[in-house]
């Protein structure tokens, strides 16, 4: 194969790469320094995307990093909610502080009972004091409605 066929080759293998990860929505990869700080920090901070498209208030919330994604249990009256609903799912977050390493990631509802009880198991070790003062919000929320699942996909 000549150079010009290989170089075709190369680029036509690259846009397939790139089509195929953007309809997979596979993660973009965190900074090593980033992915500690989900492993071990209390809270994240998320802002999520108002209507001109600036970033709406940094909201600090417990959290679960699980699979490469960062999962919340929220109330769906919530802005970071609302906004995912009216097709605005890209966020900003932020680890262990307002100041902390940052990345941009997509917003989804996720209903899934195994997840929650995940989320459960991590709230109870990570937060045991408040753990105690919310897990029946938690349970009887994502019951009846009144608590929702939002999975943050980094980079999709």
């Keep these: 194969m000549n150079r010009t066929w290989r170089h075709a080759a ?12 953007a309809s997979i929505g596979v993660a973009a990869a965190l900074a090593p320094a980033t992915e500690k700080a989900l492993e071990t920090s209390e809270y994240v901070y998320i ?16 959290f679960m990093y699980e ?26 977050i932020w680890v262990g502080s307002r100041e902390g390493p940052s990345f941009d990631a997509t917003g989804a509802l996720v209903d899934d009972p195994k997840l929650q009880e995940k989320m459960f ?30 999975a943050y996909t980094p980079g999709a």
């Design 121 to 150: 198991e991590v709230f109870a070790k990570k937060y045991p004091e408040g753990w105690k003062r919310h897990e029946a919000g938690f349970r009887t929320g994502f019951k009846d409605g009144s608590r929702v699942m939002v």
């Design 67 to 92: 699979g490469g994604k960062v999962y919340v249990g929220t109330r769906p009256t919530s802005w970071r909610v609302k906004r995912i609903q009216w097709g605005r799912p890209q966020s900003k």
């Design 10 to 21: 190369l680029v036509y293998s690259l846009a397939i790469a790139l089509v195929l990860e």
């Design 47 to 62: 802002a999520s995307t108002r209507k001109d498209g600036e970033l709406g208030e940094k909201a600090e919330i417990w």
